[in-house]
C-alpha cells in the first residue's frame, strides 16, 4: 500500500481556515486520496475524496498536487466541532478488498 | 452518503463470556466489511476481512478462534469476541464499502462499539 505521511498535530484558532497537508509520493496512478476525521469515542466519518482534480463539498475541499504527490484538506472556517483526528489515506478503486490502512494522523485543535 | 450501522454501542460484560457486535450497512449491499479495533491513544488497526458466504480473512496476530466473524447475508456481518479478558477490551469499528458506478470508491464506517472486560 502506498504510505502518506501528516504532521502529528495543528492548532488553529476558530473560524480561521485550516490546512492540513498530507504527503503521499509512492502514489498510483489507481489510488484514490481520501480524507476521514475522528472524534473521541466515534467512528471515523468522512470527509472528501479526489483523484485528480481539486474537489470541494459542504465540509471542505480537498487541493491535490499537479503530480499527485501531495494533497491539502482544507477546511474554510474551523469550528470547535472540528477538532478531531484527520487521516490521509490512499486505496486503489479497482482492489475492493482492499482496507484502509490508518496511519497516526493529524490531530488538529482549535482554540476558541 | 451511505450509512453503516453497529449495535451495541456499548457493553460492558464479565472476564470469560462471549460477546457478538453486529454490524449493517442500511442502505447498500457490501460483499466485503472490515473490522477494526482501537486502543485509546492509537490509531485503527484492522482485525479481519468479512466477506459474505465465505471465511473471513484474518490479519496477522489476530486470533481467529477468538474473534469469530459470521458474514451471513450481503447487509450484516457479525463479530463475536469468544472467552473475552480484560486485554479484549477496546473500541471495536467495522466498515464497509458501496459500489458506485462501477467502483467501489470509499468506505464508510460505523459508529463503533466500546466493549469493556471486567
Known amino acids: 500500500d502506498a504510505k502518506t505521511t501528516q504532521p502529528n498535530s495543528m492548532e488553529s484558532n476558530e473560524e480561521e481556515p485550516v490546512h492540513l497537508p498530507c504527503n503521499h509520493s509512492?502514489?498510483?496512478?489507481?489510488?484514490?486520496i481520501h480524507w476521514y476525521r475522528q472524534l473521541p469515542s466515534q467512528g471515523p466519518e468522512y470527509v472528501i475524496h479526489g483523484l485528480t482534480s481539486n474537489v470541494n463539498n459542504r465540509m471542505a475541499s480537498l487541493a491535490i498536487a499537479e503530480d499527485r504527490k501531495s494533497s491539502t484538506l482544507i477546511l474554510h472556517r474551523a469550528t470547535l466541532r472540528d477538532a478531531a483526528v484527520y487521516y490521509c489515506?490512499?486505496?486503489?478503486?479497482?482492489?475492493?478488498?482492499?482496507?484502509?490502512?490508518f496511519g497516526p494522523g493529524t490531530r488538529l485543535s482549535v482554540l476558541p | 452518503g451511505a450509512v453503516v450501522s453497529q449495535h451495541p454501542s456499548w457493553v460492558i460484560c464479565k472476564s470469560g463470556t462471549s460477546v457478538k457486535i453486529e454490524c449493517r450497512s442500511l442502505d447498500f449491499q457490501a460483499t466485503t466489511m472490515f473490522w477494526y479495533r482501537q486502543f485509546p491513544k492509537q490509531s485503527l488497526m484492522l482485525m479481519a476481512t468479512?466477506?459474505?458466504?465465505?471465511?473471513?480473512?484474518?490479519e496477522q496476530g489476530v486470533e481467529k478462534d477468538k474473534f469469530l466473524i459470521n458474514h451471513a447475508s450481503l447487509t450484516l456481518s457479525t463479530l463475536t469476541v469468544t472467552s473475552a479478558h480484560p486485554e479484549d477490551s477496546s473500541f471495536y469499528i467495522c466498515?464497509?464499502?458501496?459500489?458506485?458506478?462501477?467502483?467501489?470508491?470509499?468506505?464508510?464506517f460505523g459508529p463503533g462499539t466500546r466493549l469493556l472486560v471486567l
Open positions: 468479512s466477506n459474505e458466504g465465505s471465511k473471513a480473512t484474518y
Open positions: 509512492t502514489i498510483s496512478g489507481t489510488d484514490y
Open positions: 466498515s464497509a464499502s458501496p459500489r458506485v458506478a462501477g467502483v467501489w470508491e470509499t468506505q464508510y
Open positions: 489515506i490512499l486505496r486503489d478503486a479497482n482492489n475492493y478488498g482492499q482496507n484502509f490502512v
